[in-house]
């Protein structure tokens, strides 16, 4: 499922947990998860409040003294809570974040920052809480808008400080941000870090199916909803199997071939999907090679980079591109001739075929001194007896040979 979260009124911890809640995340699931990492006393309340005339919910956290809580202990908290292991990283990765951003505020070591607001039980309880909710409901991608962050200036521990505070645009770097119709903090550190923990992308409303609505609200009053909207659905039936990637290529002309199978083993293990070269002739009749790598939108910069720094080459051409990703897993199992890997993939027709890694049945022929294709053949032929799953190539039939 993918969600889109509007931060057009800003983005806060208790907003963004409230518009889970809202969407369907189960409260009762927060509060045992909150006992069971070691805090008893934190009470978690759940509001239905109304903001700017827009019904959601908000959610007040209590904890009798309301200790303060040092990086280190909250670290230490989370790494050995009973949480998902998804739900785990994504809490450290706001909390961490968090830290980053505060340690350089202030020009210490992480580990030495004592912090204010994130050391309350609240803090805590929005981070793990998110995280959770997402995992809960299901969310893989959270797409999010422009960030409204406010202006003027907000008191905090440290006394009054510009909006957004130093921890917040620290935590906002590379993303778009917007002052946003009202004057005050709109988007606090704690929703800054929550960002930078779960958004993959900032943009327009991604196309889906809607399914879920659900509605965070905050306490200030701001003359219009002070809310996080999250839209959640299902992703186009065209877009659920297919990614988005980028080709990299280049023409190569003055590299040996050896140099050039050299450059594409690093590039292959700097990352790339694929790598693979194609012959052709340039200009004045001169061979040539165009040098292709497969990569990941994410990396396409450094890879393309890295493929200069390589080969040598005056320019990389960049062409977005996306791919159709068959549904497959990899088992290992025993056989007669040893142990191999099989990739398990699941077709259109919904069929299951299985393919050994080639790497296994090379080993595996060496041992046995077998031609490799006969090794693949054998090993194939013992794991669809032993699985059910029918190989990807068939042997031969006594009419076909």
Known sequence: MIAYLDCSTGVSGDKFLGALIDAGFDPEILRATVRDIGLPEVDVVVRHRRSGGVAGVGLDVTEPGAPRRHWAELREILSAAPLPEPVRAGALRS????????????GVPVDHVHFHEIGAADTLVD????????????ITELVASSVAVG??????AHGRLPVPAPATALLLEGMPVVAGAEDGELTTPTGAALLVAHVAGFGPVPAMTLRRIGVGCGTRDLGVPNVCRLLMGDPPPEARNFEGVVVLETNIDHLTAEELAHAADR??????????????VMKKGRAATVLSALVSEDVCPAMAERMIAETGTLGVRVMPASRRLVERDVTELETTLGTARF????????????????????RLAALHGLPVQEAAR???????????????????SANET
């Open 378 to 396: 054998l090993l194939e032929a013992e794991a669809a007896r032993l699985t059910g799953v029918q190989p990807m190539r068939q042997t031969p």
């Open 267 to 280: 590039l292959r293990e700097a990352g790339a999907y694929d790598v693979w070269q194609t012959p052709v």
């Open 95 to 106: 909390l961490g974040s968090l830290a980053l951003a505060e340690a350089r505020v202030h």
């Open 343 to 362: 990739k398990v993939s699941t077709l259109p027709s919904r069929g299951r075929v299985l393919r050994v890694e080639s790497d296994d049945a090379a």
């Open 127 to 138: 981070v793990v809480g998110v995280a959770l909710g997402l995992h809960t409901l299901g």
């Open 151 to 156: 202006s003027g200036s907000v008191e905090c």
